[in-house]
């Protein structure tokens, strides 16, 4: 599901929430129909809303359905655009997955460039300026200051 999706889908459940409440139903009708809507608004909120991929310019924060995970860019080996999301290796082998954004396997047959390849360039592209080694004790964004 698109944000933008789930954004309606929230407004549309408030506006027939209120519906509901000044409605003239009886109160147990009232309580069961607002607290089925409340299950769909925080379905909504898990599946379109929550997902996110955040990054800095030393961290990956992938924040998926019910947990978050904070990456440092000097453990990622490889980072992958793929049906399940955005593959994030990481140095010890683990990999997470950031939901936020796929590429469909059409896509990937197709070889289209996809906003999930754009995603990847952009994680790759920081960790590697993220990765230059250490001049003077420095690293990260620092050192590249310091590069011949």
Do not use: C
Request: avoid cysteine; glycine fraction near 10%.
């Amino acid at each position: 599901m698109g944000r933008a999706f789930g954004i309606l889908v929230l407004v549309l459940a408030g506006i027939v929430a209120s519906a509901i409440v000044v409605s003239g139903l009886d109160l147990a009708s009232k309580v069961v129909s607002v607290l089925l809507l409340g299950g769909l608004a925080a379905f909504v909120y898990v599946n379109a809303l929550r997902p996110s991929i955040t990054l800095t310019n030393s961290e990956l924060v992938i924040r998926n359905k019910f947990r978050t995970y904070r990456i440092d860019l000097n453990t990622i080996v490889r980072v992958d655009a793929g049906y399940q999301g955005i593959g994030v290796q990481k140095r010890h082998g683990q990999v997470v997955h950031g939901w936020a954004v796929q590429k469909s396997n059409l896509a990937r047959w197709l070889g289209r460039h996809t906003r999930a390849d754009l995603v990847v360039e952009a994680i790759e592209e920081e960790r590697l300026r993220y990765a230059v080694p250490p001049v003077d004790g420095t690293h990260g964004p620092e050192a590249a200051e310091h590069r011949p």
